[in-house]
């Protein structure tokens, strides 16, 4: 069993017995597309929710719209049926807090909206989440059990 790294603004691909793991979401949200009837699951950690702010879009996965949708054509390729999909995510939080600073800190929430809107309209399920708060979080997959492993400083590890 191998276990698969998902950097910032990355993704990648999973099969059992394998698991798939992303370290550091603060404000941003690691999500997992997974099929109950299939090995294959897929794990994005997602910066930003909309690539509409930056005309360079090397990394898709960095953003919600655009790694979600790449995520989504990774999967497909590998047999798995979008209308199968399910998903879990963590991550979201509220890092740090200034007086006066407005929406501009609230990136964890807004990454957490984008993420569910773009699900609810591919008709894909959020079966279990993890998000808010103001703690970091680093999470790991487990396609044969479906069960993401969640662990953060300070707090008991579980699994959703």
Same mark, same amino acid.
């Given at each position: 069993?191998?276990?698969?790294?998902? $950097?910032?603004?990355?993704?990648?691909?999973?099969?059992?017995?394998?698991?798939?793991?992303?370290?550091?979401? $603060?404000?941003?949200? &690691?999500?997992?597309?997974?099929?109950?009837?299939?090995? +294959?699951?897929?794990?994005?950690?997602?910066?930003?929710?909309?690539?509409?702010?930056? #005309?360079?879009?090397?990394?898709?996965?960095?953003? *919600?719209?655009?790694?979600?949708?790449?995520?989504?054509?990774?999967?497909?390729?590998?047999? +798995?049926?979008?209308?199968?999909?399910? *998903?879990?995510?963590?991550? &979201? *939080?509220?890092?740090?807090?200034?007086?006066?600073? &407005?929406?501009?800190?609230?990136?964890?929430?807004?990454?957490?909206?984008?993420?569910?809107?773009?699900?609810?309209?591919? #008709?894909?399920?959020?079966?279990?989440?993890?998000?808010? $708060?103001?703690?970091?979080?680093?999470?790991?997959?487990?396609?044969?059990?479906?069960?993401?492993?969640?662990?953060?400083? &300070?707090?008991?590890?579980?699994?959703?």
């Amino acid at each position: 069993m191998n276990i698969i790294r998902v $950097g910032m603004a990355d993704m990648n691909i999973c099969r059992a017995p394998d698991r798939i793991t992303t370290l550091g979401l $603060g404000s941003c949200i &690691g999500l997992v597309l997974f099929d109950i009837h299939s090995p +294959v699951c897929g794990m994005v950690h997602i910066m930003l929710p909309d690539s509409s702010i930056s #005309r360079n879009i090397e990394k898709p996965a960095k953003f *919600a719209d655009t790694g979600i949708n790449k995520l989504i054509q990774e999967l497909t390729s590998r047999g +798995v049926p979008p209308s199968a999909l399910m *998903a879990k995510m963590a991550g &979201g *939080a509220r890092m740090f807090t200034i007086q006066g600073s &407005g929406d501009i800190l609230k990136i964890g929430e807004r990454n957490y909206e984008a993420v569910k809107s773009i699900l609810d309209k591919k #008709r894909i399920p959020i079966i279990a989440s993890d998000c808010g $708060g103001t703690y970091g979080r680093t999470i790991e997959f487990d396609p044969a059990t479906f069960r993401l492993k969640i662990k953060a400083i &300070g707090r008991p590890e579980r699994s959703i």
